[in-house]
């Protein structure tokens, strides 16, 4: 691997393919593969991670909002794509661009029926979200009869799936919680298929949910940390294998003496001479505020150097008083040996959060 010459996100499409590989191992043949890539595929870059996945076979595409449904179409996809939260505004360009809604509420099913009516659509497909107990978007169980009622009497849409999400699928202290979610997914599925008449695509399951769950796979699963190469524990990190490696260079090196003060509001005071390297990233390239004073940290040449002082927008300065480096050398943010999630932990959240903050203007390059 060349060594970055500026802040990039290297991205290792080998990687992506054992992470997708080895959760296609863990269901039965015939489970389809919904790759979930919401968030410009959580952080990475949504187009080129699509259309590799579908290069690989995978089965279902989603995403969180209509626009990002759209790019997709724009970058070549074709494979089906769930827009698990998609806003009633945006639904002719929903249908423009076949894109496939998630329903999760009686306002939401209406206005859709309304403008694919308009539109002229017959059997739109669209998939029905239910609320198992994670009580944040989904019809509730009681909901069947009505819902059944509003989908005989229009040919405009038809049910492409059924599906719900797990609140605690990585917690194992939760399993009855998680058990009882996924019985209430089955009442309701075996409730609903016989009424609708024909048999639509059932899906519960993230990806912690296909690895502690393997009964609950049902016809699809759908992943999104895994791809991209993490679990939600130590157990299920084993796995896979992070596709992201955020890199820069050392800009600067400071030689401060005692009694110097390091970056904005003097938030570091030196009480012996040290150095410090001053990097080209901040909090405006997804490393936020919190990971200053000390809490987070990069890795030069192998070795630890914490973030010291208050993060900036386009710099951070760190402690590289101990390390045997010069302007120029390469840094590592975060990557397969020094993860993301280890960075996350540093100040209490979790590597979802901090893969999908990496910014846009943080250049992407791909190892194919
Ligand atoms: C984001 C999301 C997923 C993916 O979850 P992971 O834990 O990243 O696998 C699956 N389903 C729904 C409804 C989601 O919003």
Redesign the pocket.
Known sequence: MPKAQETILEIDLKALKHNFEYLKSQTKPGTKLLA?V?AFA?GSDANEIANYLQELGVDYF?V?YIHEGIALRQAGITKPILV?HPQAVNFKLLIDHCLEPSIYSTKILNEFIEIATKEKQTHYPVHIKFNTGLNRLGFAENNVDYLISKLKETTSIKVASI?S?LAA?EDLTEKAFTLNQIQSFKNISEDFIPMLGYKPILHIC???G?LNYPEAHFDMI?????LYGFG?SEKENKHFKPIATLKTIISQIHTIEKGQSIGYNRAYKSDAQMKTATLPIGHADGIGRQYGKGKGFVTIHGQRAPIIGNVCMDMIMVNITNIDCKEGDEVIVFGPDSTAEQLAEQVHTIS?ELITAISQRVKRVFLK
């Open positions: 979930v919401k959580y989603a969180a698990l599906f999400h699928s993230n990806t912690s296909i759908r992943t999104g940390i895994g939600n979802y």
